[in-house]
């Protein structure tokens, strides 16, 4: 099993910026990816952002406006952390933040979630 703890989010006016982390812990597991989701009020989880972790390409949704221009996602392997900066905030960035590991244990492979961090951007 491989736990994942994310952390950061807050309240932010419109404009700012908020950086998320996340981690992963757990025995003997090798990470693949890890990525970011949200989900906002009355809305379905959109994909953010992914980062390989050997080589780090780095994906990112179509969903959301501007992503590219205002998140970027970053890892410490080290760490087993990953990050997502946010900047240019808007209201309609308001949503609870979740952290995707997809890594494996004792050889196998699965897709694990954290409880999501909530980021409420104010007008």
């Known amino acids: 099993q491989v736990e994942v703890v994310e952390s950061g989010g807050g309240v932010v006016q419109a404009g700012g910026s908020l950086r998320l982390s996340c981690a992963a812990s757990?025995?003997?597991?090798?990470?693949?990816?890890m990525g970011w989701f949200r989900q906002g009020p009355g809305q379905e989880r959109e994909f953010l952002a992914r980062?390989?972790?050997?080589?780090?390409?780095?994906?990112?949704?179509d969903s959301v406006k501007d992503v590219k221009e205002r998140f970027s996602i970053s890892r410490d392997n080290s760490k087993d952390a990953v990050y997502l900066q946010m900047d240019r905030l808007e209201p309609g960035d308001t949503a609870v933040y979740y952290c995707?590991?997809?890594?494996?244990?004792?050889?196998?492979?699965?897709?694990?979630w954290g409880q999501g961090t909530q980021v409420t951007v104010s007008s």
């Open positions: 995707q590991a997809y890594a494996a244990v004792d050889g196998r492979a699965a897709y694990y």
């Open positions: 757990g025995r003997s597991f090798s990470i693949y990816s």
């Open positions: 980062i390989n972790w050997y080589g780090g390409s780095t994906f990112f949704g």
